[in-house]
T-cell receptor, first 113, second 117 residues
Framework: NAGVTQTPKFQVLKTGQSMTLQCAQD?????MYWYRQDPGMGLRLIYY???????DKGEVPNGYNVSRLNKREFSLRLESAAPSQTSVYFC????????????FGPGTRLTVL | AQKITQTQPGMFVQEKEAVTLDCTYD???????LFWYKQPSSGEMIFLIY??????QNATEGRYSLNFQKARKSANLVISASQLGDSAMYFC??????????????FGAGTRLAVHP
């Protein structure tokens, strides 16, 4: 099992460019999440998807869109990147159960110039 | 509003000694879950341990244990017999059950632990 995978690992964009961060999980989890982590801070939820076909906004959704392509894949899109979106982006997944523990991907380090 | 507070920005410990990382939380919910994650310098987030609000016993996972004091709203992580590989950032998090059953996590700012030989 690869767990949660993310691509790319690193990306540099210019202001105004667009890009899509990809995430896939092979644990057959229902729920998937996108977080961002800024220097010296914990993670903040951008969007989440409780199941295939559903998505909802988290704490910091502005400037992002998501797509739950199928049960395995959950992508995050930046339509017009801004320097304030420079961050490390983590995807996570969880199975609904007693603990609902979230398991994280390795992260994508994004720099917007 | 739900909140996680980690008051120790940095801690250090001698190898083979035990260390406690503090975490306090604020919630009006009766049912909640508390998590600890480790983030080494390589950047990934590694799940360590979970404590449910109704669990009567403190959670343990190998060298990790969670000192859960419900009345004080604290969920401190205890690492016994520290190893050099324990040097990392540690995050406390709480599950937000008000999100309609969705498993949203609220994170603290983290504590950086340095283990000295």
């Amino acid at each position: 099992n690869a767990g949660v995978t993310q691509t790319p690992k690193f990306q540099v964009l210019k202001t105004g460019q667009s890009m899509t961060l990809q995430c896939a999980q092979d644990m057959n989890h229902n729920s998937m999440y996108w977080y961002r982590q800024d220097p010296g801070m914990g993670l903040r939820l951008i969007y989440y998807s409780a199941s295939e076909g559903t998505t909802d906004k988290g704490e910091v959704p502005n400037g992002y869109n998501v797509s739950r392509l199928n049960k395995r894949e959950f992508s995050l899109r930046l339509e017009s990147a801004a320097p304030s979106q420079t961050s490390v982006y983590f995807c996570a997944s969880s199975e609904t159960g007693a603990t609902d523990t979230q398991y994280f991907g390795p992260g994508t380090r994004l720099t917007v110039l | 509003a739900q909140k996680i507070t980690q008051t120790q920005p940095g801690m250090f410990v001698q190898e083979k000694e035990a260390v406690t990382l503090d975490c306090t939380y604020d919630t009006s919910d009766q049912s909640y879950g508390l998590f600890w994650y480790k983030q080494p310098s390589s950047g990934e987030m590694i799940f360590l341990i979970y404590q449910g609000s109704y669990d009567e016993q403190n959670a343990t996972e190998g060298r990790y244990s969670l000192n859960f004091q419900k009345a004080r709203k604290s969920a401190n992580l205890v690492i016994s017999a520290s190893q050099l590989g324990d040097s990392a950032m540690y995050f406390c998090a709480m599950r937000d059950l008000r999100s309609g059953g969705y498993n949203k996590l609220i994170f603290g700012a983290g504590t950086r632990l340095a283990v000295h030989p």
